[in-house]
């Protein structure tokens, strides 16, 4: 399933930041960055997707 696969990555991807502070600070082992299981052409199309949209609403423009 094409649209369950692009959402677990999109998912992912919005959460990896989170999940790689914490991972920083050595906690969370169970809980991977990155999905391997669910590695393929939808679920990484959507981990980018998901882990650059935080990062793309910071340069939205602020003009009115």
Not at 27 to 47: E, I, K, T
């Amino acid at each position: 399933m094409w649209c369950q696969d692009f959402l677990w990555g999109f998912w992912n991807g919005a959460t990896a930041w989170m999940v790689l502070v914490v991972h920083v600070f050595w906690a969370w082992d169970g809980f991977p960055l990155y999905n391997a299981a669910r590695d393929g052409n939808w679920y990484g199309f959507g981990f980018p997707l998901g882990a650059g949209s935080p990062v793309l609403g910071l340069f939205r423009s602020r003009r009115r």
